[in-house]
């Protein structure tokens, strides 16, 4: 996977977990967003897309160097913590790419 398409799914995995997150706490419906939740995915497409480290990375909570401002930082973690768990039910070739990711990480194995 090249970084184009790397940075690219890492949008809509995030996307993906503002959605859920906003549809079960917020009542969003038809895939629209609050604002608030509009623009927390706008500013970690934002950050997806300056990150230095999109190539040897896996995740951004692995990452040694945390781009997000602190708040923001607290808001992701959030929809991460709400999302996770329902992403398997809601999407799960994504959650599948996650644990195999993690796993090949825990093993200091390079992802592909």
């Known amino acids: 996977m090249d970084i184009n398409q790397k940075r690219e799914h890492e949008k809509r995995v995030v996307a993906e977990m503002i959605g859920l997150y906003c549809h079960g706490t917020h009542g969003s419906r038809n895939g629209q967003l609050c604002s608030e939740c509009q623009s927390l995915k706008e500013y970690a ?4 897309d300056h ?5 040897i990375k896996t995740f951004c909570s692995n990452c040694k160097v945390h781009c997000y401002k602190p708040e923001m930082r607290e808001k992701i973690k959030k929809v991460m ?12 070739l994504m959650s599948i790419h996650h644990i195999v990711a993690s796993q090949k990480e825990r093993k200091g194995m390079k992802q592909p």
């Open 45 to 48: 497409w934002m950050q997806c």
């Open 51 to 55: 990150c230095p480290f999109m190539e």
């Open 81 to 92: 913590r709400y999302s996770g768990p329902r992403m398997v039910f809601h999407h799960p």
